[in-house]
């Protein structure tokens, strides 16, 4: 798998940023391509040097990649792919530089892209959108792989949310169970039955005439509390002193 490696220049304080092809060979050889032209106005330059890209053909140790092999100074070696890879996912963008004196190139320096502070969240989104297409971060397979894995880890999510929704779904349906049986409670007829000295079921009435009989609960009803001595005493006294004034008029 051939790599494409953006590289930066700056001619006459105007940012470009072109697709070098890694070739056959093992050198990097640049082609036509600008797939940032547009958006250049919103670069603010680049950072010190981060690391180094090696052609593969050409690094001396043994790796289990085919693609160039990044040496990133605040990390691991990895695949070219892979840190473009993982740097895109946190919203950065790497670019290289290639060397000034060179006929055949087989190394670049690598460099963090700087952004104006007033780039728009739209045109950060479109700089991501362009610098994945240009650089073919993910084949046609490896994206559909991606977004597969990413819809599992979704799915998995919204399976618990639906599970903890359920379980408060029935918790809510048991409590409304629960008071509506109270409720019910509060207006059951019950039936009564006496019994004799005997132990045994009075004759008197059949149970076809039995009548039914409220509950003590729905029966009983709460008393008013009885006056006391000095407050019935005031009661006759005003509706004494009503009579008396009644009279005068």
């Not at 963008?93 to 739209?122: A, D, M």
């Not at 029935?170 to 049986?181: C, D, H, I, V």
Request: proline share 3%; net charge positive.
């Amino acid at each position: 798998m051939l790599a494409r490696i953006p590289v930066y220049s700056d001619e006459n304080n105007l940012h470009y940023i072109s697709v070098f092809v890694e070739e056959s060979d093992g050198t990097f050889k640049r082609t036509q391509e600008e797939p940032l032209r547009l958006l250049r106005d919103n670069f603010d330059g680049i950072s010190i040097t981060q690391g180094s890209v090696t052609a593969s053909k050409f690094d001396k140790n043994a790796r289990r990649w085919d693609t160039p092999t990044v040496s990133f100074h605040y990390g691991r070696p990895q695949s070219i792919y892979q840190f473009l890879r993982e740097k895109v996912a946190v919203n950065k963008y790497y670019v290289f530089c290639k060397p000034n004196l060179s006929g055949r190139i087989i190394q670049f320096s690598l460099h963090e892209l700087k952004l104006k502070s007033s780039t728009s969240q739209q045109k950060l989104k479109l700089l991501k959108e362009k610098y994945v297409e240009a650089l073919d971060l993910w084949s046609a397979e490896q994206y559909k792989n991606h977004l597969l894995r990413k819809k599992a880890v979704g799915g998995g999510i919204k399976a618990r949310q639906q599970r903890l929704l359920e379980k408060k779904k029935q918790a809510f349906q048991k409590l409304k169970y629960s008071n509506r049986g109270i409720d019910n409670a509060r207006e059951r007829v019950e039936d009564f039955i006496r019994y004799d000295n005997l132990s045994a079921v009075s004759t008197e009435q059949s149970v076809a005439h039995r009548k039914a009989r409220k509950s003590p609960i729905s029966i009983f009803k709460p008393r008013k509390a009885k006056k006391s001595s000095e407050a019935a005493d005031r009661d006759q006294e005003s509706r004494a002193y009503q009579r008396f004034t009644f009279t005068l008029d």
